[in-house]
C-alpha cells in the first residue's frame, strides 16, 4: 500500500505531493515500483495534527485520486469523515482506511451501504492527544479486543467479513515499547480472522530505536518491520518507499513461503 499524503504538515512527506500533478506522478511511479494499492488522505494525523473541514479535504485528495482511478490503480481513501469518504467512493476508490475505526457518525452507514472495503485501526484518543502519556494494561489485548469489537460493528452494518482488515495503529497512541510489543504479537491480531494491515512506515519509534533522525532515511528499518511483520502475519503494508519494503516481503515471504513465492514468482 503506497502512501500518497496530499497534505502540507504531514511528519515525513509535508507538502511533497500537496500539488496535485506531483501527487499523481508519485502514484503512478509507485504502481511501477510493485504497489498493489494507493492510499491517498488529505489530513495529517501526525502527533499533534489539526483536523481540517471535509470540504478542504476533498478538494486535496479528489484530483489525485480520479487521475489514479483512470489509470485503473486501486486506490483506498484515507479519512475519518463520513462525506468524504462517500465522496472518494462514488468517484472510484475501494476501500476506507478510517484511522478512527468508524467512530464519526454516519461512517458505519457509509460502509455498509457501499460495499466497500475497509481499514479499521486502533487509535487511543486523537491525533491531537495520542500521544499524552498513553498507557494500557496490556497493549495487545486491549488493541486485539477493540479491533475485534470494532469488525464485528462494521459488519452487523451489513459490510462482508472478507471486506474488512485491522491495524493495530502503530505510532497512535502508544510508546515505543507498544509499538514493538505490538508487531512482536502480530500473530495475536491476525487470529481474529482479518488481514493485519502494518502501518510503520518511517515513523518516530524506529528513529529513536535505530537512532535515525530523518524520517526520510527509515525507509530500510521500515522495511526490516516489514520482513518481521510478514512473519508474524501481517499481509498489507502501508509505506513511503515501496521498493525497499517489496523487496525485504519477497525475501520474507520466500523464506516463510517456498510455494507462495513460487505463485508470486510467475506474477
Do not use: C
Not at 505490538?182 to 535505530?210: C, M, Q, Y
Amino acid at each position: 500500500m503506497g502512501v500518497i499524503n496530499v497534505t502540507p504538515d504531514s511528519f515525513s512527506d509535508g507538502s511533497l505531493h500537496l500539488d496535485a500533478a506531483i501527487a499523481v506522478a508519485a502514484g503512478r511511479k509507485m504502481i511501477e515500483q510493485g504497489a498493489d494499492l494507493l492510499d491517498i488522505g488529505g489530513e495529517s494525523t501526525r502527533p499533534g495534527a489539526v483536523a481540517v473541514p471535509a470540504v478542504e479535504e476533498l478538494r486535496r485528495v479528489m484530483p489525485v485520486l480520479e487521475a489514479l482511478v483512470a489509470d485503473g490503480a486501486v486506490v483506498s481513501i484515507d479519512t475519518s469523515k463520513p462525506d468524504v469518504a462517500r465522496t472518494a467512493l462514488e468517484a472510484g476508490a475501494e476501500i476506507i482506511n478510517d484511522v478512527s475505526a468508524a467512530a464519526t457518525p454516519g461512517m458505519t452507514d457509509v460502509l455498509g451501504e457501499s460495499g466497500a472495503g475497509v481499514v479499521l485501526m486502533h487509535m487511543k484518543g486523537t491525533p491531537r492527544t495520542m500521544q499524552r502519556d498513553p498507557t494500557y494494561d496490556d497493549v495487545v489485548a486491549e488493541v486485539a479486543a477493540f479491533l475485534g469489537s470494532k469488525a464485528q460493528q462494521v459488519i452487523d452494518a451489513g459490510v462482508g467479513p472478507a471486506s474488512v482488515a485491522i491495524d493495530p495503529g502503530i505510532g497512535f497512541g502508544k510508546t515505543v515499547t507498544h509499538n514493538l510489543e505490538l508487531i512482536d504479537e502480530l500473530g495475536t491480531l491476525a487470529g481474529l480472522g482479518f488481514p493485519v494491515v502494518l502501518g510503520t512506515s518511517r515513523k518516530t519509534f524506529l528513529g529513536r530505536v535505530a537512532g535515525i533522525e530523518d524520517p526520510t532515511r527509515r525507509d530500510g528499518v521500515t522495511a526490516v518491520t516489514t520482513a518481521l511483520g510478514f512473519e508474524r502475519g501481517a499481509r498489507v503494508f502501508r509505506v513511503h518507499d515501496v521498493v525497499s519494503s517489496r523487496a525485504a516481503l519477497s525475501i520474507a515471504a520466500a523464506i516463510v513461503n517456498p510455494q507462495l513465492w513460487d505463485e508470486w514468482s510467475q506474477d
